[in-house]
């Protein structure tokens, strides 16, 4: 595990790219996420399939985030790329703002394909209702960094979704060291509601593990219909 980058101080944001040569990319990369979500283009996107099982396997305190590690299984195709559910992780507050605007928290679904490239989807998390899935991800979380120990087998992710599942497409980046731009962003419109009290129990292990947003440079960000 990186051990020597954070999100303050010595090993902050602005000293990724010094910290080791394989993460040129956070100082040097044309595509580095996140952004800012501002002028959008409207468009024909594929609809986004996700057909994810309850596969969560292990839950990790890794010392940057809270990750839940999939068992095989739970997959996304878009158009004709499939790619496999690997990890979801939480952000505090979201790394993706909306016209300059950040939400309480972000989760990331990574999903790989076999070509090697990523696929995150993205979803805003709000403060409001009670979410069930997250309120068991909080309740079952490891307060310490350490290995990663069995999840509760009851945790759904279908039930961290929006009804609609409307998305922002772009091309970017891992928002961590090594920063490496091979990212499909699929941010989706909708947030979903989770309980204050839920998002306060993280901000007591993570109050801030977010990237800055960085330059849009030549990308557009575009809108399913
Ligand atoms: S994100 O969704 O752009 N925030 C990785 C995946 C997704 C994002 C960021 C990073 C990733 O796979 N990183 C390499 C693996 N990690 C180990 C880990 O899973 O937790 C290596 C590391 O960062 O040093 Cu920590
Ligand atoms: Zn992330």
Request: hydrophobic share 40%; charged share 20%; aromatic share 8%.
């Amino acid at each position: 595990e990186g051990a020597h980058w954070s999100y303050e101080g010595a090993g902050g944001p602005a000293k990724w790219g010094d910290l080791d040569a394989a993460n040129k990319a956070c100082a040097v990369g044309l595509q580095q996420s996140p952004i800012d979500i501002e002028a959008t283009i409207k468009s024909q996107l594929p609809a986004l399939k996700l057909r994810w099982a309850r596969s969560v396997d292990t839950i990790v305190n890794n010392g940057h985030t809270i990750q839940l590690n999939f068992a095989e299984g739970s997959t996304l195709t878009l158009g004709d790329v499939k790619y496999k559910l690997l990890q979801v992780h939480f952000h505090r507050p979201s790394e993706h703002t909306i016209g300059g605007k950040n939400f309480p928290m972000e989760a990331h679904f990574v999903h790989r394909a076999d070509t090697g490239g990523l696929a995150v989807v993205g979803v805003l998390m709000a403060e409001g209702r009670p979410n069930a899935t997250f309120s068991q991800i909080v309740k079952t979380m490891p307060a310490a960094e350490g290995p990663a120990v069995k999840a509760d087998a009851g945790i759904n992710p279908n039930a961290m979704l929006p009804q609609k599942l409307s998305y922002f497409r772009y091309s970017g980046s891992l928002t961590t060291p090594p920063c490496s731009e091979v990212v499909e962003w699929l941010l989706l419109t909708d947030p979903i509601q989770v309980a204050s009290a839920d998002v306060a129990a993280f901000a007591k292990l993570y109050p801030m593990n977010a990237r800055p947003v960085q330059k849009d440079n030549r990308r557009y960000v575009l809108r399913s219909i």
